[in-house]
């Protein structure tokens, strides 16, 4: 398959994979606030493995729950879909566990596809990340280079004070040094307490006020990002982060030949990219679910990197009406 075949399918792929996104918000928002973090994933796991049921795609999850053995569904290598145009698929079901669990802002039901081959097959473990919006020059920021070069470099491309950006960064003690750097240089910091793909994608957006992206988390995490970016534009670069020596060999395994390599945004995710995420609770990128026993509102981003297309879809849910995949 090429570019070519998925474009008679494009339009109606993008609301299909918008409903597998919603489905999965749905399902979670069911457990917002009620401490279970686990009930919450696998309610967004189940919804959206169903929901892709009826997608007319030829899928494979790249980017999924991890291996057959340890997840029953949406493991690595699983074949999804009716049939269709071959793509493959990066999936976050529930991004932000914990935020969703404990009623907090910004956790999404999010998904990616890209032709075969498209995504960087990335092993579940950290990744470092630097990432800047569109519109600057290629290189500004650079993840070899310190936090106070990043942020002057940063700062002569915008025309501005070190002190009229923000960087965003998880906040986990293993980013002390990078917070502390980038007040030092006097940059504001907006700490997120999880959920960097919405951190991530906020650098592009002009009204989440957020002008660097800095620290580690997830590999999948940093792909689904990547394919955003791909998207709605902007600069980001990746590193893999290895606790041991086995994690290296997985690596090597899902074959990444130079384990230490800095990936840039389109080698994460190349060709043709389309990025879908559903809000779960409200943050800064979507409004969270709303809904009763009977009717759900949902808010949702979908992107294609091919046309540059961003659209935002508000959906009133009819539950009486709606078959039981979607009604969670
Ligand atoms: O919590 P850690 O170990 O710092 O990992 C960071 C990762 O966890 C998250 O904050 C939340 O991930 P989960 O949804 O799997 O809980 C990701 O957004 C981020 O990439």
């Known amino acids: 398959m090429t570019t070519r075949d998925l474009i008679p399918v494009d339009r109606n792929l993008a609301l299909e994979l918008v409903r597998v996104t919603e489905a999965a918000a749905l ?15 696998g309610a967004a796991v189940d919804a959206m493995r169903k929901a892709f049921d009826t997608v007319a795609i030829e899928g494979t999850v790249v980017i999924g729950e991890g291996e057959m053995d340890e997840a029953p569904m949406l493991y690595i290598g699983e074949k999804i879909g009716l049939g269709g145009p071959k793509v493959d698929i ?72 070190i002190n009229d950006l923000v960087v965003c960064i998880l906040g986990r003690d293993r980013h002390k040094d990078i917070i502390r750097a980038c007040r030092e240089a006097g940059a504001r910091i907006m700490l997120i307490p999880d959920g960097d793909v919405s951190g991530l994608i906020a650098v592009s957006q002009p009204e989440a006020g957020v002008d660097l992206y800095l620290g580690s988390g997830g590999a999948p995490e940093g792909v689904l990002s990547a394919a955003a970016l791909r998207c709605i534009g902007g600069q980001m670069q990746g590193r893999l982060l290895y606790e041991d020596d086995s994690q290296i060999q997985r690596a090597r395994d899902m074959g990444i030949t130079d384990p230490n390599k800095k990936f840039a945004v389109d080698e994460m995710a190349r060709g043709d990219v389309m990025f879908a995420a559903t809000g779960i609770t409200t943050g800064p990128l979507l409004k969270g679910v709303r809904r009763n026993a009977t009717a759900g509102y949902t808010h949702s981003i979908i992107m294609r990197s091919k046309t540059g297309t961003v659209r935002y879809i508000e959906a009133h849910h009819n539950f009486a009406l709606k078959p039981s995949a979607f009604a969670g």
């Open 27 to 41: 399902a979670s928002a069911r457990w917002i606030g009620r401490g279970d973090k686990n009930a919450a994933d």
């Open 90 to 161: 990066a999936v976050d079901p529930l991004e932000g566990t914990s935020i969703c669990a404990s009623g907090g802002p910004g956790s999404i039901a999010t998904l990616a596809v890209a032709e075969h081959g498209g995504f960087l097959h990335a092993p579940d473990i950290y990744m470092d990340k630097i990432a800047v919006g569109p519109g600057l020059p290629a290189g500004v920021v650079d993840l070899d280079a310190a936090p106070g070069e990043n942020l002057r470099e940063l700062a002569r491309a915008k025309k501005c004070e």
